[in-house]
């Protein structure tokens, strides 16, 4: 994940709350920011152009915390309230403009593969819903791709169980309803622990 032009790695699996930042002068890794209580072990992050780096979700105590910053520095000050409940495994996306952040699916201790989706825009005080996916996902790839014409899809990839070749998209503008399409690679998707971002659909097949 990067904050500007800079790699940073965040968060891990042994309460880690720390990013560790490459310094491409020296050719290594530095000990970075803290990022307080919250370690966002396995949960998602996104890039947006007017929130910087957004992270959401966690192993444990703090799966409900977003986290952000535009200078790799200060984590204590962002704008995004927390999502509505601890989550895991979930996914990021934002849109090109930078005005909305996206979060889908997850696991948590009621549903191991959620099919929620939420929205936040600037100067709301909670994220609120959009149409629930086809399938529950967790584990799974996303991201938001703009067609010729100049429309924003949100679209979704892979997960496990029935999701795993599956793909769903979600038009930006209407924001009714997911349309499930082929998956064009033709791989059993399961994301552990990779992380699909689509630059373009022009390889999607949707009906």
């Not at 992270?55 to 986290?67: I, P």
């Not at 549903?111 to 609120?128: I, L, M």
């Not at 959009?130 to 991201?143: A, I, K, Q, V």
Request: with cysteine.
């Amino acid at each position: 994940m990067y904050v500007g032009n800079v790699p940073h790695v965040c968060g891990g699996v042994r309460n880690e709350n720390h990013c560790q930042v490459y310094d491409a002068a020296t050719d290594s890794w530095q000990l970075g920011s803290s990022m307080g209580p919250k370690n966002h072990s396995v949960g998602g992050y996104t890039k947006s152009s007017d929130f910087g780096l957004v992270l959401a979700g966690d192993y444990g105590l703090y799966g409900e915390a977003v986290s952000s910053t535009t200078d790799g520095s200060d984590f204590s000050r962002s704008p995004i309230p927390d999502l509505p409940g601890r989550t895991m495994f979930n996914c990021l996306a934002s849109s090109p403009d930078g005005g909305r952040v996206f979060n889908m699916g997850g696991s948590n201790l009621v549903n191991n593969q959620d099919h929620s989706a939420y929205v936040w825009r600037p100067g709301q005080y909670s994220w609120y819903s959009l149409p629930n996916m086809t399938y529950g996902r967790e584990g799974f790839g996303c991201g938001v791709v703009t067609d010729p014409n100049g429309k924003s899809f949100l679209v979704v990839a892979g997960g496990n169980a029935e999701a795993r070749t599956s793909t769903e998209m979600l038009d930006l503008d209407a924001m009714e309803q997911w349309v499930e399409g082929e998956n064009p690679i033709g791989l059993v998707m399961v994301c552990y622990p990779v992380i699909y971002v689509f630059s373009d659909c022009s390889g999607l097949s949707f009906s």
